[in-house]
């Protein structure tokens, strides 16, 4: 089960950011964080692919987390069983 935490303010931060289904590809989450999201191009989706590990890191992350216009991007307490 997922369990939505607030959103982190500083390092270091418990739980995980993804990508979840509803994403559009609009390479947003990309342009603002390319450190931390990448695209799978035969899927035509991106997916976090790797936490933010700085402040300016994190900033990025969370830039792209209030802009993503599907709102795909989540933070979860803990990952998700794949």
Known sequence: MRTQLPLPTRLPID??????DTCID????NDLAPENFDADLDNDVHYVCKQPETPDELERVLDAFDSCPTESIRYLAQPTEE
């Not at 739980?15 to 979840?20: A, L, P, Q, S, V």
């Not at 609009?26 to 989450?29: F, I, K, N, Q, S």
């Open 26 to 29: 609009c390479r947003l989450c």
């Open 15 to 20: 739980g995980r950011f993804e990508i979840d």
